[in-house]
């Protein structure tokens, strides 16, 4: 996610297998007035509900101008990342 410029930075806290991050997201100012990049973030599945997409289905966020999230076998990777690599894998939240 820093490569599509909504976090500024991050450190790992915690080197145990479990780990903690902490994530510092990027702002900007609008009109004087400090605005988050980020505006909005949906959740797409659930315990109950997995959604799962193939390499073909994969969703474009605001017409492309937002992110996918998806759980893959080769780690958590952007829809963009999965559609160049011709993978699918669970939706886990789009970000826009």
């Given at each position: 996610?820093?490569?599509?410029?909504?976090?500024?930075?991050?450190?790992?806290?915690?080197?145990?297998a479990?780990?903690?991050?902490?994530?510092?997201?990027?702002?900007?100012?609008?009109?004087?007035?400090?605005?988050?990049?980020?505006?909005?973030?949906?959740?797409v599945?659930?315990?109950?509900?997995?959604?799962?997409?193939?390499?073909?289905?994969?969703?474009?966020?605001?017409?492309?101008?937002?992110?996918?999230?998806?759980?893959?076998?080769?780690?958590?990777?952007?829809?963009?990342?999965?559609?160049?690599?011709?993978?699918?894998?669970?939706?886990?939240?789009?970000?826009?």
């Amino acid at each position: 996610m820093i490569q599509q410029g909504y976090i500024e930075r991050f450190e790992d806290l915690d080197e145990t297998a479990q780990g903690t991050l902490r994530l510092t997201l990027k702002f900007y100012l609008k009109d004087g007035v400090r605005t988050g990049v980020i505006e909005g973030i949906q959740r797409v599945s659930r315990p109950g509900r997995r959604v799962f997409a193939s390499k073909d289905n994969i969703p474009k966020v605001c017409g492309g101008y937002g992110i996918s999230i998806l759980s893959t076998n080769q780690g958590l990777l952007t829809g963009h990342q999965c559609r160049m690599r011709g993978i699918g894998g669970e939706v886990l939240c789009e970000v826009w």
